[in-house]
């Protein structure tokens, strides 16, 4: 069979015009690029939109489905929180000059996400000055203003603003009274209050808003209405968080036993971040508890937190020691020399229990009060119980302290980090005035000052920096004996010169910490020689200062008084005295003072003078016959003068007869 030849038979291509075939291209292009879109590859149909956009320059609608399909997949990777890719994306936008209002805010998103909360401010701040809801960006700003910038003024505006939108918002109310009280303490009480009190109202089992209002209640001391809110704290299923906050307001009414049991629930606390306490700790078999009996046990002290609960609950060793078998101490390395010096009389162990030693229980020195069934009336050594040896006192005066008779005031104004909840640290310009004050010297016992502060003081103020010398706390307390008095902010210097019983003043702001259960009175209870001072009103430093300068003042003038009376030779301006109460200037006295002085040079001068002279006569050439004639006549009589005085006074005096005294009567 003859095979069949079959040839591929092409007809005759169509040729259209040129415009209409890019039109069809141009159609499935757009076709493309938005399925690849609606699919989610976004990074092909971008690459078609681009190349189009390009070609068709002047197509405004085709600019528009591109940009609407930018903002969706910057929004999606938004929601998927892949922050920088959404905000490259928004970048693009920006550069084709769109103005979409929700293009700033959702950048300004991504670069608070990123850790960028300045920048992404100009971006809410941007969206604004544009957005017709502007009640939704008010959200943002309030959070990012307390959140990350910690300006609480501004993100109270913008919660306020919230509210005229949102008035039925428990978290917004929450939010203001919560910031009303973190930042401005006792000022606006009335709007703390009522702002925790609607949102109790609007969110009843809320247990956060129940513990905040309950807090600020008890913080203004309106203890019979803070006690119904923590009582209904008590039926929302309370975290350990709640229960320590709890144990502090108790303590703050006095009620040691309830207040300090409440405080053990610091260990076990949800926000406890890594490293607060001691390891050994978290070992509930030898940490103790209520049910532990110490007859006979080998106790051990272990510190906490700070150097100042260190220093305030170790005055309880006593007590402990007539619980037990034996005590031994585990203390933090810098009050290691301090403690060993006080004659504590047991084992003391720096930062750590060593290896190998046998024990029946720990305490943490917190629990102190708790296990000693203390309370504000029994607190043991309130007038003092550590000590430093006297020959470190003297060393560290002849090395630091100046050698004169100035009133030497000590002073810190700073804490740790963990006191900033209640401003409780001064700054360090409103002691300026302490410097000005004549005849008194200050030393700073400030170790760390992270914001320079001692660095900005006027060069006209005059005062000592010690903290570099403070290798430990001995030396801490060797510096304080040598001050007459110590004036200080709530801190562990505070509490070390209340434990060695040196003349203090501690300034407190206007809310003070949990454990300082009277601020009014002539000591903080704790402390017999530290007289409390507080401020009126938050942060008004001013005030407790000028009342500390009047009570130096008075004991420079009983330190003056004392000192004249001992030192000074009957008849002297010093042996006069000098009421502290007599209405007489500091600078009078110093000028009195002066005066004696320089009559006393005066004095030396002229003896130094005869020396001079005498020493002269003896190698002075002969002077002229009439001069010395002169000279001659009034030595003769000078002479015969001193002769009838001496001849007067050496004669016995004769008894007159009887009959010579019946003459003369």
């Excluded at 890019?22 to 159609?27: K, N, S, T, Y």
Aim: glycine share 4%; net charge positive.
């Amino acid at each position: 069979m003859a095979q069949v030849s079959r040839k591929l038979i092409v007809g005759k291509p169509i040729t259209l015009p040129e415009e209409v075939n890019d039109d069809l291209i141009f159609d499935i292009d757009v076709a493309l690029a938005e399925e690849y879109c609606k699919n989610k590859e976004f990074e092909k149909g971008f690459e078609i939109y681009e190349r189009l956009v390009r070609k068709a320059f002047g197509d405004i609608e085709l600019k528009n489905r591109y940009m609407r399909q930018m903002k969706t997949y910057a929004d999606t990777l938004l929601k998927e929180k892949k922050y920088a890719k959404a905000l490259e994306q928004y970048k693009k936008l920006l550069r084709q000059n769109v103005t979409d209002p929700y293009i700033f805010k959702n950048a300004a998103v991504c670069l608070n996400e990123m850790g960028q909360p300045i920048r992404a401010l100009r971006f809410f701040e941007k969206y604004e000055e544009n957005a017709y809801d502007k009640e939704e960006v008010y959200k943002y700003l309030a959070d990012i203003y307390y959140e990350n910038i910690k300006d609480y003024e501004k993100a109270i505006d913008y919660y306020e603003k919230m509210i005229e939108k949102y008035g039925d918002n428990a978290h917004i109310y929450n939010m203001l009274g919560h910031l009303y009280s973190t930042y401005y303490q006792d000022k606006y009480m009335d709007k703390q209050i009522y702002y925790l009190k609607k949102a109790a109202e609007l969110e009843p089992n809320n247990r956060i808003i129940i513990k905040n209002i309950a807090y600020v209640l008890g913080k203004f001391r309106q203890f019979e209405e803070a006690d119904k809110y923590y009582a209904r704290l008590q039926q929302l299923n309370p975290s350990h968080s709640d229960l320590h906050s709890y144990g502090g307001y108790l303590v703050s009414k006095r009620d040691f036993e309830n207040g300090f049991r409440f405080l053990m629930h610091r260990f076990s606390k949800e926000d406890l971040q890594e490293g607060a306490f001691p390891l050994i700790f978290l070992n509930k078999k030898v940490r103790w508890n209520e049910k532990m009996d110490l007859s006979g046990k080998h106790v051990i002290l272990h510190f906490e937190q700070g150097f100042g609960d260190s220093i305030m609950f170790i005055r309880y060793l006593d007590e402990i020691k007539k619980m037990s078998g034996k005590v031994s101490i585990v203390i933090q390395r810098p009050l290691l020399e301090l403690f060993a010096g006080s004659d504590l009389g047991c084992d003391i162990y720096p930062d750590d229990i060593p290896m190998g030693l046998k024990y029946d229980v720990i305490i943490p020195m917190m629990d102190l009060p708790l296990v000693c069934h203390s309370t504000p009336e029994t607190i043991p050594h309130p007038e003092g119980y550590l000590k430093v040896d006297q020959k470190y006192i003297d060393e560290f005066r002849e090395q630091y302290i100046h050698k004169n008779d100035k009133f030497k005031i000590g002073v810190a104004y700073e804490g740790s980090i963990m006191g900033k909840e209640t401003d409780r640290d001064i700054p360090f310009k409103f002691m300026y005035p302490l410097m000005e004050l004549p005849g008194v010297e200050i030393y700073s016992f400030q170790v760390s000052d992270p914001s320079n502060q001692m660095d900005r003081v006027p060069t006209n103020l005059q005062f000592i920096r010690l903290g570099d010398k403070l290798k430990n706390f001995r030396d801490t307390a060797a510096g304080l004996k040598c001050m007459d008095m110590f004036i200080s902010s709530d801190n562990g210097v505070m509490n070390l010169a209340g434990s060695l019983g040196i003349p203090s003043i501690c300034l407190f702001n206007t809310i003070s910490e949990w454990r300082w259960i009277d601020t009014q009175g002539d000591d903080v209870v704790w402390y017999k020689s530290v007289k409390p001072l507080q401020c009126p009103t938050s942060r008004a430093w001013d005030i407790p200062v000028r009342q500390a300068i009047e009570i130096v003042e008075k004991r420079q003038l009983e330190k003056l008084n004392n000192t004249l009376k001992l030192s000074a030779p009957r008849g002297s301006i010093k042996a006069k005295n000098i009421s502290p109460n007599a209405a007489v200037s500091l600078e009078a006295i110093a000028d009195l003072l002066n005066e004696e002085e320089e009559a006393k040079n005066e004095v030396k001068k002229g003896a130094k003078g005869a020396k001079k002279t005498t020493a002269k006569k003896s190698t002075t050439k002969k002077v002229s016959s009439k001069t010395t004639g002169t000279r001659t006549k009034a030595t003769a009589k000078t002479a015969e003068k001193k002769s009838r005085t001496r001849n007067s006074e050496s004669k016995p005096v004769k008894k007159p007869s009887s009959r010579t005294k019946k003459k003369e009567e």
